[in-house]
Structures are given as structure tokens and as C-alpha cells.
């Protein structure tokens, strides 16, 4: 097992890249999808479940985990890995979103963030330096620099602005994590829907230097044309021996057209939010178990799919279980979304190995366009 961080590229279909990240924690097959862990779990998943899905890494959250339990005491008991028992990679994002996201109860400088906690109104200070030092308590395998995720819309003038700002954080990140063999620091590019912007600040993370590259500011409200027009060009401006990361996307759809603009690394909550709130993933698209029309189904939610939820139980067993408010419901139908998106992402891998990705991308989104209307 290698002792440092390294990529390495397998093969591509167009712009689709097929690789491998490799950590003293494990391997991630890329195109990879991340679960996301925000407090230490992946919500109504034991770790063993999200690993039997085919998942490498998971993602956990600066800003949750720094408020409740505090980094300090994760690292008293042994770091992130061991405190959640999951023994595989884990990237921890910088906390810059979920900061910039409180509107009112922070206050920005060039210094960093002060904010009030959402849970208790206690004052506490992010800076590139505490994101790092926070970070590295835990015990990531992959630290996210510090950076201010950029509203949408934003004028010309303040985005260039931010993106600037979070420049200067990067390079402050980047002197504060220090040389720590096994464990990897990405840059993440910002600079909203602005070509130029981006230009600029993807060569500003070239010359400081990461172990990866985000791809930051977008999936936050520009919708998926915008995004998909910054795509065409955005990945192509990082370093290409080095995995590429849209943070925070996404749908299906989203995955597959991110991937065929040369996206690595995905990770978003809709999988495990979904499940909870009665919508299911399946190649057709998304099952509400919740509707009427379910309650006297019995087929499983996926005929192929190897899932708990489908391989033993019905959607009219799971109809009921949803509107009897049985937290079952949202396991099982957690654990379906996790299974269908790491399919996914199996299925887009074989695809690029085999020079099929773009029969497969076109495929999937024909099938995924017809919408759940098979008779019983």
C-alpha cells in the first residue's frame, strides 16, 4: 500500500477519465461518488452499509463536526476514522459553505470568518489556518482549502472579488497544512459563471501547488445549463495528472454530463435526504413511495437491483412503512439511493474503460427520461 497520495490515470473516452486515487487508507475508483457523512454518518446508514454499496470515501463536514463534538475531543478518541468506525478515506470540506450560507450571524475579513453557531448561538472564528488545524485533528485523508464559496447571481465586480479572496486563502492553506505524506490538500477553483475568472483562478492554485483540484461555486442555484456551459471549459484548465472534484453535485443527469466535461469526484446529499423524505432512485427515475398508487404494489422498487430494500420487501410494504412514519422507511430507502448512485458510477467506469461512455451516458438519460410508469 502506497504511504502518499497519487493518482493515476487509467484511460479516458473523450473527455470521460478513468482512474485510480490512491491512499495509505485505500483505493477510489474514479469516477467516484462520495456519501455524505455531514456528523460523523451517513444519516439512517451503519458504515458497513454504506461500504457494502461500493462506496470508497466518504465526505464529513468542518463547520458540524468543529460545533458538536469539537475536533479536539475527535482527536482525544482517536480521529474521525476510528470515531465512526469507518475505516476507509475520508474528505472533510473546508467549511467555507456551510459559513457563508449563515447570512447574518457571520461577519467576513480578510483574516477569516466570524459567525454564530446555528445550535447555540456561541461565537466562533474560521480561518484558513483553524480550517487546516481542524482538519488535521480529525484525521482527513483529503483536506478542502479553505475558501468563500461564491453566491449566485453574483455582479462581475463581487465575484472577482470573493474568487480573490479565496485565493489568497488557498495559498494561506496551503503554507498552514505543511507537508503530511498520506494525506492530500485540494485547491478549489471559484470565480462563478465567469470564464475569465476561472482562467485566473485556476492558474493561481497551479502555481501554489495541490494534490487535487475542486471545482467550487456551482450546483448553488445557476441551474443545470449554466452549469454545464462552465464545464465545457472549467476542468480543462486544472492540472490533468491530478482528480478533479465538482463539490456538491449531484443528479444523475448531473453526474453523467460532469463526467463527460472530465469530472473525477462527486458528492452531494440528495441520495440520503431523498431516502428520508420518500423519493427513490431507479433507472426510470424517481419513485415517490409515498403516492397512493403504491400501497398495493408488489414488486421491488428496482427488479436488478441487490439492495436490502429490494431484494426483501415490496413498495407497497414500503408505501406503508413511509406513512406509518416508520424511520425503517428511510433506511432502506437510503440504502436503495446509495446503491443505485454507486451503481452508477460502476456502470460509468466500465463504460470509459470500454471506449462506451458516451452509448452509456445517452442510454442512461433515455431510460432515465421515461419516468416510473411501467404497468403492474
Not at 21 to 38: D, L, N
Not at 192 to 208: K, Y
Request: charged share 20%.
Amino acid at each position: 500500500m502506497s504511504e502518499r497520495f497519487s493518482f493515476t490515470l487509467h484511460g479516458q473516452d473523450g473527455k470521460a477519465r478513468l482512474g485510480t486515487v490512491s491512499t495509505p487508507r485505500g483505493g477510489i475508483r474514479t469516477p467516484a461518488f462520495m456519501p455524505v457523512g455531514t456528523a460523523a454518518t451517513v444519516k439512517a446508514m451503519m458504515p458497513e452499509s454504506v461500504a457494502a454499496t461500493g462506496a470508497d470515501i466518504l465526505l464529513g463536514n468542518t463547520y458540524h463536526l468543529m460545533l458538536r463534538p469539537g475536533a479536539e475531543r475527535i482527536a482525544r478518541l482517536g480521529g474521525l476514522h476510528r470515531f465512526m468506525h469507518w475505516p476507509k478515506p475520508i474528505l472533510t470540506d473546508s467549511g467555507g459553505f456551510q459559513v457563508m450560507s449563515l447570512s447574518g450571524l457571520r461577519k467576513l475579513t480578510e483574516h477569516g470568518v466570524t459567525f454564530k453557531s446555528h445550535i447555540d448561538g456561541s461565537r466562533h472564528q474560521i480561518t484558513p489556518e483553524r480550517s487546516m488545524d481542524i482538519q488535521r485533528l480529525l484525521g482527513s485523508d483529503i483536506v478542502m482549502c479553505f475558501d468563500e464559496c461564491t453566491p449566485f447571481p453574483a455582479e462581475e465586480t463581487a465575484a472577482r472579488a470573493s474568487m480573490r479572496l479565496s485565493m489568497r486563502w488557498a495559498e494561506r492553506s496551503r503554507a498552514a497544512f505543511g507537508d503530511r505524506p498520506g494525506h492530500a490538500l485540494f485547491g478549489i477553483q471559484q470565480g462563478s459563471v465567469f470564464r475569465d475568472q476561472r482562467e485566473e483562478s485556476a492558474g493561481a492554485l497551479r502555481a501554489i501547488g495541490f494534490d487535487g483540484y475542486a471545482i467550487g461555486g456551482l450546483a448553488v442555484g445557476e441551474g443545470q445549463q449554466a452549469m454545464f456551459r462552465v464545464l465545457d471549459y472549467a476542468p480543462d484548465m486544472l492540472p490533468a495528472d491530478r482528480p478533479r472534484y465538482l463539490m456538491g453535485v449531484g443528479k444523475p443527469d448531473d453526474i453523467l454530463g460532469a463526467v463527460a466535461r472530465g469530472v473525477d469526484m462527486f458528492d452531494c446529499v440528495l441520495p440520503s435526504r431523498s431516502g428520508r423524505t420518500g423519493q427513490a432512485f431507479t433507472r426510470r427515475g424517481v419513485v415517490n413511495i409515498r403516492n397512493a398508487r403504491h400501497r398495493d404494489d408488489p414488486r421491488p422498487l428496482e427488479e436488478t437491483c441487490r439492495c436490502p430494500a429490494c431484494s426483501h420487501y415490496s413498495r407497497a410494504y414500503l408505501h406503508h412503512l413511509f406513512r406509518a412514519g416508520e424511520m425503517l422507511s428511510g433506511m432502506l430507502l437510503t440504502w436503495h439511493n446509495l446503491e443505485y448512485y454507486q451503481s452508477l458510477m460502476a456502470g460509468i467506469r466500465d463504460a470509459i474503460g470500454r471506449g462506451a461512455f458516451g452509448a452509456f451516458q445517452a442510454a442512461r438519460l433515455a431510460e432515465w427520461g421515461q419516468g416510473d410508469i411501467e404497468p403492474l
